[in-house]
Structure formats: structure tokens, C-alpha cells
């Protein structure tokens, strides 16, 4: 089970970021935190092709029923794909507890903490804080592993039918 969910914020001189968080609920790994001006649903799309084509295929996404994640191209690009969702109701953010403690956590570790002057920058400082969450930071649901630890050690087989080649269609 994946979850995926997008946190706002602003750089310092004033433009908007907008990021996009997709979670492994498993392994807690965070696969993609990616910051732009807008994210639109192709946007969105490619990142979680990307995610895929990294980690293999969830076999559940949750999310909101935020616009990026009900378009059509998306729905029907997960439709073609054994990948199910599961939409949260509306204004109920707690039935995505995972990814919301997460961003908690992100705001006050990385957004808080860090003047982000420019997109650039705040791309750089979000890798890096990622990295560090998935590499070194240790979780005590995990037995005080790494997720990337974790994940090397217990993660379930990808989804059948979803090897790297055949998720680029």
C-alpha cells in the first residue's frame, strides 16, 4: 500500500511550492518528494511512473480526491494497471493518517527549519532531506531500522505483471 498527497509551502521570495509525497505505508520509505511551482496530473503521473519503475508496483495507492489524483488520465492509466485506489472521504485527513504524519514531520524537520530562496534550492535541501529520512533515520516501528534498511530486508515481491519494462505503456 501506497499512499500519495501533496503539502504546500512558499519560498522566501515568494513563490509558491507545491510537493508531491508518495509513501510506502510498509516499508516507510518515502519514494518521491518532489517540489515544483504546479503540479498537474501528468505531473503526477510521471512521478508515480517513476516510483514504479524504482520500486515496483504497489498493489493499493490511497489518496484524497484531490483533482491530480481523479483525472482521467490518471484513473485510467491505474485502470490499465493491476493497481487499485483508495480515495479517502472528503475532509476526513486522518484516514490517510501515514502520509499526514509524515508531512508533520517533513514541515517540522526540513520546511521549518530551512530558508528555500529559490526552486533550485528547495529541490536540493528536499532530496537531501529525504535521503536522510529513507537512508539513515531510524524508526522505531521498524525495530530502529532505516526504511531502506527495512525495505531490504522484508519487502514483499512487486506486484506480478508489473516488472520495470512493462510499466512504461
Excluded at 512558499?10 to 509525497?21: C, D, F, K, S
Aim: hydrophobic share 35%.
Amino acid at each position: 500500500m501506497w499512499t500519495w498527497d501533496f503539502i504546500a509551502d512558499a519560498t522566501v521570495r515568494g513563490g509558491p511550492l507545491r510537493i508531491l509525497t508518495i509513501l510506502d505505508e510498509y516499508t516507510r520509505e518515502c519514494h518521491i518528494l518532489q517540489a515544483d511551482r504546479s503540479l498537474r496530473s501528468q505531473d503526477v503521473l510521471d512521478q508515480l511512473q517513476k516510483a514504479i519503475g524504482q520500486q515496483g508496483a504497489p498493489e493499493y495507492l490511497r489518496s484524497d480526491n484531490g483533482s491530480e489524483f481523479i483525472a482521467r488520465i490518471v484513473q485510467q492509466w491505474l485502470k490499465e494497471k493491476p493497481i487499485r485506489t483508495i480515495c479517502i472521504e472528503p475532509g476526513s485527513p486522518g484516514q490517510n493518517g501515514f502520509v499526514e504524519s509524515f508531512h508533520g514531520r517533513f514541515r517540522d524537520e526540513c520546511l521549518n527549519r530551512e530558508q528555500l530562496w529559490t526552486l533550485t534550492e528547495a529541490r536540493v535541501v528536499i532530496a537531501d532531506y529525504r535521503n536522510e529520512y529513507n537512508q539513515f533515520r531510524p524508526h522505531s516501528r521498524l525495530g530502529y531500522q532505516s526504511p531502506a534498511r527495512f525495505a531490504t530486508q522484508a519487502i514483499p515481491s512487486p506486484v506480478p505483471g508489473m516488472d520495470k519494462q512493462n510499466n512504461s505503456n
